[in-house]
């Protein structure tokens, strides 16, 4: 079964760093770009990073470059995000998401993990 | 940097025949997707390629496009439709998709 599954969330106070992972299976994770998505409680979707299959491409959104580091370990089949000097603003359910055919939208979706930032 | 927009809200009876809208620009040419998400839960593909559904959507659910709208259809609304519904579009700008900010559709 193809499965993406987040994990490491939790509180953190503002300023504070987490580190994100998202363990893949069913599929071989080397061939894919592999993208964070977040989503504020009561909000809508916001795209956060992705990376290539060989992380050679790295892209962020405006909201956390500079603070958010996107790595994969292809070897464990792992994608991480690590997230410094968090703020009020990036509380949210963080998913890794990714596209099996095109990378232009999502077919596969983990679970979520939630992330609070909080005094 | 492509912005999309949906109304936030939609309704309808069972039975009935609803459209979400999706109106914004798409410079690079990507075509839109829509995701159906329920509380609590993930994110799920329901539309790629503004009208092709994955394997296991059913077919009650339809995406079209028409010069420069572009809408999701439920028919035989059902009430474990209620849920939220976001349209997508890819941005070159960005190297990633931006999203509408989403309708949440109630079955009445």
């Known amino acids: 079964e193809v499965q993406l599954v987040e994990s490491g969330g939790g509180l953190v106070k503002p300023g504070g760093s987490l580190r994100l992972s998202c363990a893949a299976s069913?599929?071989?994770?080397?061939?894919?770009?592999i993208n964070w998505v977040r989503q504020a409680p009561g909000k809508g979707l916001e795209w956060v990073s992705s990376i290539s299959k060989t992380s050679s491409y790295i892209y962020y959104a405006d909201s956390v470059k500079g603070r958010f580091t996107v790595s994969r370990d292809n070897a464990k089949n792992s994608l991480y995000l690590q997230m410094n000097s968090l703020r009020a603003e990036d509380t949210a359910v963080y998913f890794c998401?990714?596209?099996?055919?095109?990378?232009?939208?999502?077919?596969?979706w983990g679970q979520g993990t939630m992330v609070t930032v909080s005094s | 940097q492509s912005v999309l927009t949906q109304p936030p809200s939609a309704s309808g009876t069972p039975g009935q025949r609803v459209t979400i809208s999706c109106s914004g620009s798409?410079?690079?040419?990507?075509?839109i997707s829509w995701y159906q998400q329920f509380p609590g839960a993930a994110p799920k593909l329901l539309i790629y390629?503004?009208?092709q559904r994955p394997s296991g959507v059913p077919d009650r659910f339809s995406g079209s496009k028409s010069g420069t709208s572009v809408s999701l259809a439920i028919s035989g609304l059902q009430s474990e439709d209620e849920a939220d519904y976001y349209c997508s579009v890819w941005d070159d700008s960005l190297n990633g998709p931006v999203f509408g900010g989403g309708t949440k559709l109630t079955v009445l």
């Open positions: 798409s410079p690079g040419g990507y075509s």
């Open positions: 998401a990714m596209g099996s055919t095109n990378y232009d939208f999502f077919d596969i």
């Open positions: 069913g599929f071989t994770f080397s061939s894919y770009r």
């Open positions: 390629n503004y009208s």
